[in-house]
């Protein structure tokens, strides 16, 4: 499996990967999704192949991610009301609860909550729509954003970069084991997902 991966790898221009990784960070930014975490560490992944690809593969992923959390803010931060209205009727309600949960802490904690709110899974994303709702600065939006998506992406690129071939080495060695651990991780996200929806039924039937 690694000598497919690495020599699908290789059929890729880095300018085009990187591009690609940029496009995928900028969606994470601006609509919560793919998952910012696994594209970085793809990209650290890709940069292994080459070397020298660790800081630009590094420096696409933070200005992608600021870019689109950029373009979500002033979004937010213009539209309001209807991003407001947007969110009260919106039908995904894993969504709903996760804007909820950061605008709870956005609250709770005040402006510093971009910092370090932009560590934590989810709602590292989701913690832009009630900073531009709020109306917070740009400078200090852009300044704290900086910080959370340079040392994120870090961990993330260096992770892919350190040690994605080692762990593609462990399941190609370990293919049982990586089934079961996959399986193991896809149900726990299916059982958190319906526990969610069946607490959140017995909450609106209180």
């Known amino acids: 499996m690694s000598e497919f991966i690495f020599a699908f790898f290789e059929s890729i221009s880095w300018p085009t990967a990187l591009l690609v990784g940029f496009f995928l960070l900028f969606l994470n ?5 793919p998952s910012s975490e696994l594209t970085l560490a793809v990209l650290g992944l890709y940069a292994s192949t080459q070397e020298w690809l660790f800081f630009p593969a590094l420096a696409t992923g933070i200005v992608g991610n ?3 959390f950029i373009v979500l803010f002033l979004i937010c931060r213009k539209y309001s009301d209807f991003i407001n209205d ?7 309600h894993y969504v709903k609860h996760m804007i909820q949960k950061a605008k709870t802490g956005f ?3 005040g402006h510093h909550y971009i910092l370090f709110g932009r560590y934590i899974p989810n709602v590292r994303s989701a913690i832009t729509i009630p900073a531009g709702l709020s109306n917070m600065p740009l400078g200090r939006f852009i300044l704290y954003t900086g910080i959370g998506c340079a040392t994120w992406s870090a961990v993330w690129v260096a992770i892919g970069f350190f040690l994605g071939p080692a762990l593609l080495s462990i399941i190609e060695t370990h293919k049982a084991f990586a089934a ?3 399986m193991a991780i896809i149900l726990a996200v299916v ?3 319906h526990f969610f929806f069946k607490k959140r039924n017995l909450d609106s039937a209180c």
């Open 86 to 92: 947007l969110i009260m009727n919106s039908k995904w």
């Open 180 to 182: 079961g651990l996959l």
């Open 191 to 193: 059982a958190h997902r």
């Open 29 to 33: 930014g601006t609509i919560l999704t």
């Open 107 to 109: 609250h709770a904690y």
């Open 66 to 68: 600021m870019t689109g």
